[in-house]
């Protein structure tokens, strides 16, 4: 049986909406051919993100050089995205008019420098810089930014408490 040839590279991620610690998932587009990391208004609009007005819109130009029909970009959303046991938090612009609800652009892919299988669209976070606060691990048994995010609080629970032994140490040895 003869495979379909991929016409596009899309994600399972998740967005977690900062401002009230809720989070969806999306199908998101790998696009190396946009500039930015971009979320559609209308889909920013029905998801109830809230939208952070730019001082100065910035101009879009779609791939032909022409300007983007739908005006400027005028908003962006501030999220977490979470992939595979990765997070980060991040800035959207958000624009009109869009296909896909969320687009990771060329920002994200450099910074990432994901390992993607160009014939059957998998995608690794085996190249992921240490800033990003998570390497990369096989897919984990409980899938969703759910237990991610669960696995982020337990971490940084566990981090909590070592800080707190190690000052209790520190001021027990002052006070011997």
Not at 22 to 34: R, Y
Not at 101 to 108: A, D, F, N, T
Request: aromatic content about 6%; overall charge positive; some cysteine.
């Amino acid at each position: 049986m003869e495979r379909k040839p991929l016409r596009e590279v899309t994600i399972k991620i998740g967005l977690e909406r900062l401002d009230m610690q809720e989070g969806i998932t999306v199908e998101a587009l790998l696009d190396s051919g946009a500039t930015g990391l971009v979320m559609s208004l209308e889909f920013a609009r029905k998801k109830g993100f809230k939208l952070k007005k730019l001082e100065r819109p910035m101009q879009v130009r779609n791939v032909d050089g022409s300007f983007n029909r739908e005006g400027p970009i005028e908003n962006t959303v501030e999220v977490n995205v979470y992939y595979k046991g990765h997070v980060e938090r991040t800035e959207i612009d958000v624009i009109g008019g869009q296909k896909w609800g969320v687009i990771l652009g060329m920002p994200w892919l450099e910074r990432h420098n994901p390992k993607i299988d160009w014939k059957t669209g998998e995608v690794k976070m085996t190249r992921c810089p240490e800033e990003c606060g998570k390497q990369w691990r096989p897919v984990q048994s409980k899938s969703g930014w759910e237990k991610q995010k669960e696995e982020k609080a337990r971490e940084e629970t566990e981090k909590r408490k070592e800080e707190k032994e190690k000052k209790r140490k520190q001021k027990k040895g002052r006070t011997v």
